[in-house]
């Protein structure tokens, strides 16, 4: 892939909390926020540092499955609703399962590197908690081929990659590999408990590998996961900004303040098709390797790095599918505590998908503004050190198994 | 005739009461699973909902559905096994949807008793009066060629009177579900003189398949759960009667002992709360049933029929809260205690701090929900009590003696053959009453 031919940029970005079941203010049966308000929390956000909607050209929002969760669609007319300036501005709606959010960014860039927009407002979002996990379960499982479902897993995505999980285990071996997941476990509730929008921001376990550590119970769930081995139901939003230069002069923002997007992969995988090894994200590994090569950086040279650990052995997957360990080696590496947020590389370092939270739609833009606070050294409890000689951020969205995937590479 | 033709036709008396409802509720979820197995396509189950009120029958419907949502939600990844060849079923939920049309599809709610002349198997959970059951079971008996067998759900009338009562020879069986059935894993089985092998071998292979734990009873009027209960029961009362000769109201007596059962016996809940749970009126109902058969025994409460002439009665409204009763409630705490002298609630506020007084320094309990369940609860145990042991209050005196009394009521139990063993009272204590501790234990010995 070519260099870009406009410099983009993203700043602003703003997360809702993410709501769920961990959250002391979390009730299962008390009225929430819908979808509007969360749209609203985030988009507002970000206009507010941004010198409001007069500034902004174009509008892109990212979600999965609003039309089941919230008997919504037609997405894209929530933006006059955050603010009336956003009347009558162009906005789209897009959907890649759980990598809907990259593709909001993806969209986003795009329209500045096709000088359509200096500004583009890019929020992305999901609302579960209107449902049971057993029915959340149904409404996600439209992130695969409709055709496995029948035969699928009650918890289908579970299922999926309960199985990974188990062909890993075969392959590479079990004890190391649960040892790792408990590990992946902890540094994601330990890093969320620095993050007040966290979702596991209340958890108080004490030994967290020693809770993660527990057998799965195929009975009751999964042959292969526990129940701390997969995110939870969330409810929240992100948002952020894209502006060309253009776009920072007229919102009046230093591009000191602004990380930019200096490579992207896009990438996606045939849905019908079963992955062709289990025990990897090859099309993650292929989105990284072009975001990478876009951006004209070896991983050597990224600080930190976000991933879609929707689940804590797509986590260890997403370690080897970025190149920091060879196939198999994934769960050393996490072992070794180089992901740690001491650790020489530090990832998800605001709890990612398993302590931040998964609102499906709107994951890949949480990870976007997690890069800039982490890389403009604003992320308050949860900084990570940036070495001046790295500093770069990588980010790895997925959606489905393996199939939707959006690489971005920003520099601080 | 095989356990799954035994089911192919049933029916409950009683349907829409609490017992009876929760009997429906599990099987009609055993009979539709059964009529959900490959081998058994063009097969029908019928189960009768059977009742005097058609009220209740339509209420006992939605109680079904929504116990059969959360059935189906709890097992659904064997759901979606069962439904594997219905391709049109995808969804957990399309799946969920048509459990529950499939259970409630086996039952048929009627206020007709001719509808139980076709069945196999017949579970009564009626009003507790043995001449009601002999007059019905006889009726039935005689009209229905099938020789139907009879499941009672009595917690107190042996069922040998309802054997020879309704001339069953021995096609009856006691099947007492804790309540509510659909929660308790506790089930006492009793079998008459005359109970036939069969009727036992079945109702052990029903509980089995409900996954309910079984202890069985020999036929003496109570039987191991209400055995203790009621004597538990008459023990307190007479607790109250010593502590008033002592100087404290009644009130006060009241609240003394139930908090002595509850707190310093890391019970669930004290005996009066547990009284006004169960009803007053049941409780003393009960007592009625009993008492003919205890010989050299009286089984009678002259406090609980001043409270039922009072109106005084507990029990719980149709959402499962308490009503009030000896204690009243405010959002299920105790906030009152009533006083049969002055026909009047006490609030608490009033009694609490005098009554603490009198009962004097008491050693730190461990909180009934730390303890049971708690695979380690000898280590909690023990020590409490040795500290219970050597304490000088006169609370701690009550306690112990309590413990003590509930200790002899468990083992008479044994002696008088009611039980077959120490374990099996402890069984029914523990599963029956959610106690943390078995009544027959040596933790002041």
Known sequence: ?412 | MTYEERLQHVSVLGAAGKMGSGILLLTAVEMADLSLKAGNKGKTFVLNAIDVSDEGLAGVMRYLKAQILKIAEKKVHALRAMYAEHHDLIDNDEIIARYIFDVMNVVRPTTRLEAAYDSNLVFEAIKEDSALKIRIFSQINQNNPKQPWFFTNTSSIPITVLDEGAGLGGRIIGFHFYNPPAVQKLVEVIRSKQTLDEVNDFALAYAKNLRKVVVPARDIAGFIGNGHFMRDILYAVDVIHKLMDMGMSITEAIYAVNKVTQEFLVRPMGIFQLIDYVGVDVCGFIMFVMNPFTKDEEIHSKLLDKLLGQGVKGGQYSDGSQKDGILKYEKGKIVAVYDPLKEMYIPVSEIQSLVDEKLGAMPAAPAWKSVVGNKAKDDILKPYFAQLRSATSAGAEIAREYVRKSNEIGWRLVANGVAFNDADVNTVLLTGFFHAYGPINEYLD
């Open chain 1, 1 to 412: 892939m070519k260099k870009l031919r406009r410099k983009v940029y993203m700043v602003a970005g703003y997360n809702t909390i993410s709501m769920g079941s961990g959250r002391k203010e979390f009730h299962p049966k008390k009225e929430r926020p819908g979808l509007e308000d969360y749209i609203k929390e985030a988009g507002q956000g970000v206009l507010k540092l941004i010198g409001g909607a007069g500034n902004v050209d174009e509008c892109v929002i990212g979600n999965f499955m609003a039309s089941r969760f919230n008997r919504q669609a037609n997405l894209a007319a929530f933006f006059p609703y955050i603010d009336e300036g956003l009347r009558y501005k162009p906005a789209t709606r897009v959907e890649g399962a759980c990598g809907s959010g990259g593709l909001a960014l993806i969209s986003g860039i795009k329209s500045i590197l096709a000088e359509t927009a200096e500004v583009v407002l890019a929020i992305g979002f999901e609302v579960q908690n209107t449902v049971k996990a057993i029915y959340c379960a149904d409404f996600l499982a439209p992130a695969g081929w409709a055709a496995n479902r029948k035969d699928g897993h009650a918890y289908f995505f579970p299922g999926q990659f309960s199985e990974r999980a188990g062909a890993y285990f075969e392959k590479f071996g079990r004890e190391t590999t649960r040892k790792a997941f408990a590990r992946w476990y902890r540094n994601a509730i330990e890093n969320a408990r620095l993050c007040a929008t966290a979702q596991e921001y209340h958890n108080t376990t004490k030994d967290l590998e020693a809770a993660a550590m527990v057998e799965p119970n195929p009975k009751a769930f999964l042959e292969n996961l526990t129940a701390l081995d997969c995110s939870k139901v969330s409810d929240g939003a992100s948002a952020i900004a894209i502006m060309s230069e253009e776009g920072l002069k007229r919102c009046g923002i230093p591009v000191s303040d602004a990380i930019e997007v200096v490579g992207y992969g896009q990438v996606e995988e045939d849905i019908t098709k079963p992955p062709p090894d289990k025990t990897a994200l090859t099309t993650m590994k292929k989105a990284v390797s072009e975001a990478l090569e876009s951006a004209g950086i070896t991983i050597a040279q990224v600080a930190t790095a976000e991933v879609h650990d929707c689940f804590t052995v797509a986590g260890i997957m997403a370690v080897e599918a970025l190149g920091l360990a060879a196939s198999g080696k994934g769960p050393e590496f996490v072992l070794e505590g180089n992901t740690a947020r001491d650790g020489k590389f530090p990832i998800n370092t605001t709890g990612g998908l398993v302590g931040w939270g998964h609102p499906t739609g709107g994951t890949g833009v949480h990870m976007a503004v997690t890069l800039l606070e982490q890389l403009k050294g604003k992320a308050g409890a949860s900084q990570v050190v940036i070495p001046v000689d790295r500093p770069y951020g990588l980010m790895a969205n997925m959606g489905g198994d393996d199939k939707t995937l959006v690489a971005i590479v920003f520099k601080a």
